[in-house]
């Protein structure tokens, strides 16, 4: 009885140690930019990275590049970065477009692949190898020996330091290019046996990590002791463009995105496709259910409204609305010159991408009863999107 009354010492729990793990997807790692950036605004205590491909690429650059810098050189890469220079080749597209891939198969066969020394000159003008070794972070990349189809799976501590760049040369070395040769080895990419390396981490010690997926191609191990680890996934909310994409634009956006859907994946922004801080969402629940609020981001959506964007809720309402005004008062000037006459299916087609929307909205006020009928039944989300602008102009109303 003594023993119950005698009180127990805590048991300590074990301390997070922070890990974060990016993928391989080429180009389209500048999305894990704008995550590197969200997890500082966050302050996140990472202990280290570990990355394959682009990925082990980008954790090198975090490792010894301020974030200023690394956009800048996102914003700034070309083809010609990466790879050699070839003839008749739209740079604006990805490599593997059909416009590009008949060049891109006839210099790879040309010369039994392609040579990566376009990629390692810009490593070497970028990268600080010293800074890299003294951060406190670990940095660890995947990388494929293609003669033994073993995979090598390495810390910088393991590597020598002349050798770093050409280590992740093997893992960023996407079968396009020739083998890399490193300590008398042949290396491929690394995504071709782990593209997501979340297992080195764990085998360290790593209790919680942060994974940026990047939707790129590879294989993906089995998250080893799944039941033990705080796994926090941070996946591209939309299609990252290809995996050798050099649109300036195309980049932007996703060094936004992924900045965007790391804040949402911890709850610092809200919304189911646009993005709003936590005041001006609790400002549209005061305003609206949660289903008006998703018809109202589906509406926004449809009349292409900016969504690489932190909103403020009256902002987003007064947008939204003008662009349906600017909308319907060209739907009703085309209305009066017969815009529905005429046939062809490219025509119609054309005019439900640009007034669909409206001419439902049309419909559903005049016939209130169509809002449950079988119009809005075969187009749910159009049928949600008019309710909510119905919804919003009753508000307007108040």
């Excluded at 020996?145 to 760049?165: C, G, M």
């Excluded at 979340?198 to 089995?222: C, M, S, W």
């Excluded at 046939?343 to 007034?355: H, N, P, Q, S, T």
């Amino acid at each position: 009885m003594l023993e119950k009354l005698i009180p127990r010492e805590p048991v300590k729990k074990r301390k997070p140690k922070w890990g974060l793990v990016l993928s391989g997807g080429g180009t389209k790692g500048a999305y894990e930019v704008g995550v590197w950036k969200a997890l500082q605004e966050l302050k996140i205590p990472l202990r280290g990275i570990s990355g394959t491909s682009i990925g082990a690429l980008n954790a090198a650059m975090f490792l010894c590049l301020d974030l200023k810098k690394i956009e800048e050189i996102y914003r700034n890469i070309r083809l010609t970065d990466v790879l050699p220079v070839m003839g008749n080749i739209d740079p604006t597209k990805d490599v593997f477009d059909p416009s590009n891939m008949r060049v891109i198969a006839k210099e790879f066969f040309a010369r039994r692949g392609l040579d990566n020394a376009p990629l390692r000159n810009m490593l070497k003008t970028h990268l600080d190898i010293e800074k890299i070794y003294s951060s406190l972070l670990d940095l660890g990349i995947v990388t494929f020996n293609v003669k033994t189809r073993e995979a090598f799976e390495l810390f910088k501590e393991d590597i020598e330091k002349d050798k770093l760049i050409e280590y992740l040369l093997a893992s960023a070395n996407f079968p396009i290019y020739k083998v890399q040769n490193v300590d008398g080895k042949s290396f491929l990419d690394g995504g071709l046996f782990d593209n997501m390396p979340f297992n080195p981490l764990i085998e360290r010690g790593y209790t919680h990590l942060i994974v940026a997926d990047i939707n790129g191609i590879g294989q993906t191990r089995k998250l080893e002791n799944a039941d033990k680890v705080f796994l926090k996934m941070i996946s591209c909310s939309e299609p990252l463009g290809g995996t050798f994409e050099f649109n300036r634009e195309r980049i932007e956006k996703n060094m936004k995105l992924g900045y965007l859907d790391t804040l949402k994946a911890f709850h610092k922004l809200f919304g189911s496709y646009f993005f709003f801080r936590r005041p001006s969402f609790n400002d549209l629940l005061l305003k609206f259910d949660l289903d008006t609020i998703w018809g109202l981001e589906t509406a926004a959506k449809i009349y292409g409204m900016d969504r690489y964007y932190i909103y403020q809720a009256e902002e987003f309402l007064d947008n939204l609305e003008n662009l349906y005004d600017a909308t319907e008062r060209k739907y009703m000037q085309n209305s009066s010159t017969g815009l529905w006459n005429g046939v062809g299916v490219d025509r119609w087609k054309k005019i439900l991408a640009e007034f669909g929307l409206t001419a439902l909205i049309h419909s559903f006020t005049k016939y209130p009863v169509s809002r449950t009928g079988p119009l809005a039944k075969a187009f749910p989300d159009a049928a949600d999107a008019a309710n909510a602008i119905i919804a919003l102009k009753n508000y307007r109303k108040l």
